[in-house]
């Protein structure tokens, strides 16, 4: 796919309508793709030496806005709001969107302001699985000459699942995408052994969170170890590289030169014996330069419990083919089409971060920006995008462990059984007490104890108002049959007051906390026929 000749032109427009401004304001959305786009936006600016302020909003606040800049830029929201009613003559309009929008191509020609949208729906691309708002803002940093910007437009599309439904990349996210590629910031693995916490998470633990099927696996630790025993992947030992082991000899731990060599756990007592003795003696024994000390020391770091992102490719194929058995025993037949797609995709590796961070993998990153939208600490998040890797990364690092805490803490108070309440269609929860920006990654994690042939929902209050926030989360093997619940949850919740929207597996609403038996109902009824096993 190549960018429309319309469009094209719109982004030439865009920069002319950046560079004659020199009063701008940027509104963006609160999640990863939102604070991403901000942060290409912002990023743009800066190099533009255009002063601006910034923005993370909801989209509730948008109706009606009061403008009071020369240009006002609207990013990953917009389209769908009415955002100009207070628009006069002085105050120009940018809109870089990839949802519905409200007005058409034309609407621009009636107005006595620029009114610049871009909307890839405008031009026939569809803005769920070809182009999302990183990468809208990132086509308009290319204009100017910043590619080197791809990476945060490949980051945005993976915390706005454009990638979901195939495991890949297409569309306009694949121009982003090859552009990260050849800049040398994204490795990208094709059809990847694909498990969350790639980087960061101890194997056996990444496998315990398996809960589109309940498997053996699936919130059972000792499971998952047996598994990886099973299969022979020694889940606590690392891999040694070939300078690491010369250094290793010396000490008399043989390594097979040139090979990767798996320490045994007597290795490694020994490592950390000749390390104790030299901290204790406090000098280096003759057989050891300081170099050679040096990458004893970080090879004694580097040993750590094993990730996904270590596994060799036997090892992967090993657990691929061991998780395809476990989930055939489960399902039924006509769902053995999409059991590919739910345990390979691509997986993408940010190649400047450092090995050990949870930077490094593109869906850990962007849990990390979603974790502080969720925390109103949007801007922290942005400072790390624009390349801050010190006190903005320590407060990130504050703000992921924050926010496991809080959703730890929130699980408990509905994770033993008894509160979820399962009917014909559905299982649904009473999440009171947690937080509404909370509720849907809570939601998500309920399911791997429930029901997972059916939808759960969790319902939560919204302090000193009337109204409930609704989140749904479904095993991908649901939406992969054709059900979005998204477009679902949008028709039940306006048929009670409400409003809502989202992904075909992940989305949400608000509805008035009088109507919460009335919605249930309906959606139960509402899934009448759809939900079949
Ligand atoms: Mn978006």
Redesign the pocket.
């Known amino acids: 796919m190549k960018i429309p000749t319309l469009m094209s032109e719109q982004y030439r427009q865009a920069k002319e309508l950046i560079e004659k401004s020199s009063s701008i304001k940027v509104y963006s ?1 609160i ?1 990863c ?2 604070i991403c786009s901000g942060a290409i936006l912002s990023t743009i600016l800066d190099r533009q030496k255009k002063p601006h302020d910034i923005d993370f909003v909801n989209l509730d606040v948008l109706d009606d806005i009061e403008l009071d800049h020369e240009l006002t830029i609207f990013s ?1 929201l917009g389209s769908g709001q009415r955002i100009d009613t207070n628009a006069s003559k002085d105050n120009n309009i940018l809109i870089l969107d ?1 949802h519905p929008p409200l007005r058409d191509l034309d609407y621009k020609d009636k107005k006595d302001f620029t009114y610049l949208e871009i909307n890839p729906i405008h031009h026939g691309i569809d803005g769920s699985y070809y182009v ?2 990183g990468g809208l803002c990132y086509f308009l940093a290319k204009e100017f000459g910043y590619s080197d910007l791809s990476w945060i437009g490949v980051l945005s599309a993976i915390g ?1 699942m454009q990638n979901t439904h195939s495991g890949h990349f297409e569309g306009l996210n694949e121009i982003i995408q090859e552009d990260a590629v050849n800049e040398g910031y994204l490795d990208l693995i094709k059809n990847d052994l694909n498990i969350y916490g790639r980087n960061t998470r101890e194997l056996f633990i990444a496998l315990s969170y398996f809960s589109d099927v309940k498997l053996p696996i699936t919130n059972n630790q000792n499971e998952s170890k047996a598994l990886l025993d099973e299969l022979g992947i020694d889940s606590t030992l690392h891999r040694v590289m070939p300078e690491e082991a010369e250094v290793l000899e010396k000490i008399g731990i043989l390594c097979e030169a040139g090979k990767d060599y798996t320490l045994t756990r007597q290795d490694r007592a020994m490592l950390n014996k000749e390390l104790d003795s030299i901290k204790a003696a406090q000098t280096l024994p003759p057989y050891l330069s300081k170099d050679e000390f040096m990458i004893l020391f970080q090879t004694h770091k580097r040993i750590r419990r094993k990730t996904l992102s270590d596994l060799t490719n036997e090892e992967k194929g090993k657990l691929y083919n061991a998780l395809n058995r476990m989930i055939i025993n489960e399902v039924p037949p006509k769902y053995y089409e999409h059991i590919q797609k739910i345990l390979i995709g691509d997986s993408y590796t940010f190649l400047l971060e450092d090995p050990a961070s949870f930077l490094r993998d593109g869906a850990e990153f962007s849990t990390a920006m979603n974790a502080c939208g969720r925390n109103h600490e949007e801007k922290i998040a942005m400072e790390v995008l624009k390349g801050n890797r010190d006190w903005a990364l320590v407060e990130l690092e504050e703000i992921s462990r924050k926010h496991r805490y809080n959703l730890a803490t929130s699980m408990e108070k509905v994770a033993n059984g008894d509160k979820i309440i399962e009917l014909e269609n559905l299982q649904y929860f009473d999440g009171t007490g947690i937080k509404p920006e909370i509720v849907g990654t809570i939601t998500g994690m309920i399911l791997g104890y429930c029901n997972w042939r059916k939808p759960i929902i969790g319902f939560t209050q919204i302090e000193d108002s009337d109204g409930l926030k609704v989140s749904l989360r479904c095993s991908r093997f649901l939406s992969y049959d054709g059900i979005h619940f998204g477009n679902i949850i949008r028709q039940v919740s306006s048929q009670v007051g409400g409003s809502g929207g989202g992904h075909a597996m992940a989305c949400g609403a608000y509805i008035p906390l009088s109507k919460k038996d009335e919605f249930i109902q309906k959606f139960n009824i509402s899934l009448n026929g759809k939900i079949s096993m």
Do not use: I
């Open positions: 959305h999640d793709d939102g990953d990839h999302c708002g706005d």
